[in-house]
């Protein structure tokens, strides 16, 4: 139990990021007074908003509000409130705390702890907008018409009490009829609107076609000694996506400002799928009988047709997962190159300032533009936004990475008391030393060495995107499912090793050895190719 406490800390040292704040830094913090209303501010502390997280959130950066416009010309349309904590108002440019915050890049979370980008006294207490507490924020208000077209929109810096603090299920059972002690009173005047409002937001969303891949997210349920007591996939709730959408439209505002003010900042871009990409998913599609459109630039609405002629098959989240790395890379940059998966002309982080380093750029940013205060854009951060988009770029992969490494390691302990135990899996890799599966039940990867395949010989034949029995013909494809037995765990690296139960279809035999295999050493984790997961879609 104790190893297991200590998966996390490998992989905070591995990659070398920053998880005790200097004392310096740490004593700032502690320093900092608490600000109090009105300080100049608009005061909306009267205004019902409300935050909706995940049920163990502590750093709650964004609230929301929604009511019908009493604007007689604009019938059936609704305003909103995005409100955001406004770090900016705690965290000057060039403070201990910000360079800090600017060395962290992000906060990184794992399954038992969190690495957070500012200290505690900022990101659990001054800064998060905490139930039923006054708090500074910064707000985007913005103006829809009843198809959900944003008419207008405009940024302030108010004085906020937040109604409440709601988990997503407990939002979303409250509209599904199922309200309790907190919701019932807010479910007419407060979470009813917040829904109607989203109605009209989704109908303007499914016209603009974004790039609707909605992977499933394995979510690790750890006992008090840090071990994995279950692994769920959550379910995706329309709280999550009213969330989601009400952020992106106060992101794409920031954006929208500060272009049209041409104050500088960090764009979040998405560039459309690089050709090469986009032929390899067409030439892997055919290897399971299913086409991809022709003769057309790709936009997100072909990816999405795509996806949905595989939903409800076998080969659904297969299709899923090569869609996925067919994709650009979505980055920070000065530049504006638009958000291909989004399918938005311009695009920034607005709505997280504690826990992404963006985002308080972007802050800063509005702060200038819009004259509404002092503790805007230094000369510095000007200077700097090139370098700066690169250093962000390595912090989020950073984190992506010791995060899904942290959870391979914890599923490997969590199955090294199964070995011998035969599973369900599905086939989403190969190379020639064999195949990689994901259990359907965990979502833990292994990998099942060529030489365990059965008695035939086995050629990796790259354009089938199959391994064929060089004698008898039998194939294992992409995106099969299989039973197989967990032979070795290797939890230090994460690495689980299987043999294969099941017996390939039938097909021609591949003949002589054009490509050869190596066995898989016991216990390698192999890397499976261009592998890559999504986060979380809500905030992004």
Request: charged share 30%.
């Amino acid at each position: 139990a104790a190893d297991q406490r200590n998966i996390s800390l490998v992989a905070i040292h591995q990659h070398g990021i920053p998880d005790q704040f200097p004392k310096d830094v740490t004593a700032a913090a502690e320093a900092l007074k608490e600000l109090k209303p009105p300080k100049g501010r608009t005061d909306l502390r009267h205004v019902p908003l409300v935050t909706i997280d995940p049920p163990d959130a502590r750093d709650h950066d964004d609230a929301v509000w929604a009511a019908p416009d009493d604007d007689p010309a604009n019938e059936g349309g609704f305003k909103v409130i995005v409100a955001i904590a406004d770090v900016a108002a705690y965290v000057r440019a060039g403070s201990v705390i910000d360079k800090e915050a600017r060395v962290r890049g992000n906060s990184v979370y794992f399954p038992d702890r969190v690495v957070p980008m500012l200290p505690e006294r900022l990101s659990t207490d001054l800064c998060s907008l905490r139930g039923l507490e006054n708090r500074p924020a910064f707000a985007c208000f913005m103006t829809f018409d009843k198809a959900g077209r944003k008419l207008k929109h405009s940024f302030d810096r108010i004085w906020m009490k937040s109604a409440a603090k709601l988990s997503y299920a407990q939002a979303q059972a409250a509209i599904d009829g199922r309200s309790d002690d907190v919701t019932g009173p807010l479910l007419k005047p407060v979470l009813k609107p917040l829904w109607q409002a989203y109605e009209a937001l989704k109908k303007a969303r499914d016209k603009r076609q974004p790039l609707e891949l909605d992977l499933p997210e394995r979510k690790l349920v750890l006992d008090a000694e840090g071990r994995i007591e279950r692994v769920t996939t959550p379910e995706s709730l329309d709280a999550h996506k009213l969330i989601e959408e009400f952020m992106i439209q106060a992101n794409v505002s920031a954006a929208e400002v500060l272009e049209k003010s041409r104050t500088p900042l960090v764009f979040r871009v998405h560039e459309a799928p690089a050709p090469e990409k986009i032929d390899a998913l067409a030439k892997f599609l055919a290897t399971l009988g299913q086409s991809a459109p022709k003769g057309v630039v790709m936009k997100p609405q072909h990816f999405n047709w795509i996806l949905e002629t595989a939903r409800g098959g076998p080969n659904e989240h297969l299709v899923s997962q090569t869609v996925l790395r067919s994709q650009a890379q979505a980055v920070y940059t000065p530049d504006n190159l638009g958000h291909f998966g989004l399918n938005l002309r311009r695009y920034a982080h607005f709505t997280s300032p504690i826990r992404r380093y963006a985002d308080l750029i972007v802050h800063r940013a509005l702060i200038s533009a819009l004259k509404l205060g002092d503790d805007g854009l230094s000369e510095e951060d000007i200077a700097s936004l090139e370098e700066l988009a690169g250093i962000l770029c390595m912090t989020e992969r950073r984190a992506m990475l010791a995060e899904r490494e942290t959870t391979d390691r914890l599923i490997a302990h969590y199955l090294s008391g199964n070995i011998g135990a035969d599973f369900k899996a599905r086939i989403g890799g190969m190379v020639k030393a064999g195949l990689f599966v994901t259990l359907t039940d965990s979502g833990a990867d292994g990998f099942i060495p060529a030489s365990t395949l059965g008695q035939d010989y086995f050629v990796h034949d790259e354009k089938a995107m199959a391994m064929v029995g060089e004698c008898t013909g039998e194939t294992f494809r992409m995106g099969d499912l299989v039973d197989v037995r967990l032979l070795e765990v290797t939890p230090l690296a994460g690495g689980l090793r299987f043999e294969m139960l099941s017996k390939g279809s039938a097909g021609k035999p591949a003949g002589r050895r054009q490509q050869s295999h190596k066995r898989g050493r016991p216990g390698t984790k192999i890397k499976k190719p261009g592998s890559k997961r999504r986060r979380p879609a809500a905030k992004r």
